[in-house]
């Protein structure tokens, strides 16, 4: 389990990058959910930092830190790409096997809607 002095390495002689425990980086960086809540994305630059939150069973959970001065605003949604996001949702819910809209996302797990993978149960 990684404690609290573990994930402290501001400095990067440890992990090779400035890494921080889990609430304590500062100010100036954020990850990439922070950064698509205030309408911003990394864009293009590298990792600054990482937070490190210990987990008991496995290795830690790692969250990568990007600067907020270099990040730029989200791209706008196109009406090309809006086409191209509903094809693709639409071939997520579309069995292979009877053609027809689930109207919910198959499950990768089936690859058939639940008709189509349990008949006897209808």
Do not use: H
């Amino acid at each position: 389990m990684a404690s609290w002095g573990k994930c402290f390495d501001p400095n990067g002689a440890r992990f090779g990058i400035p890494t921080y425990p889990w609430r304590y980086a500062p100010d100036g960086l954020a990850t990439r959910r922070q950064l698509r809540a205030r309408g911003l994305r990394p864009g293009g630059q590298p990792v600054a930092g990482q937070i490190l939150r210990p987990r008991y069973r496995r290795g830690p959970l790692v969250a990568y830190l990007y600067r907020l001065d270099k990040a730029l605003p989200v791209r706008p949604m196109t009406p090309g790409r809006r086409r191209a996001l509903e094809c693709a949702m639409r071939a997520r819910r579309t069995c292979p096997k009877c053609r027809t809209d689930a109207g919910y996302v198959i499950p990768a797990s089936l690859g058939l809607c639940i008709p189509c993978a349990y008949p006897d149960d209808q």
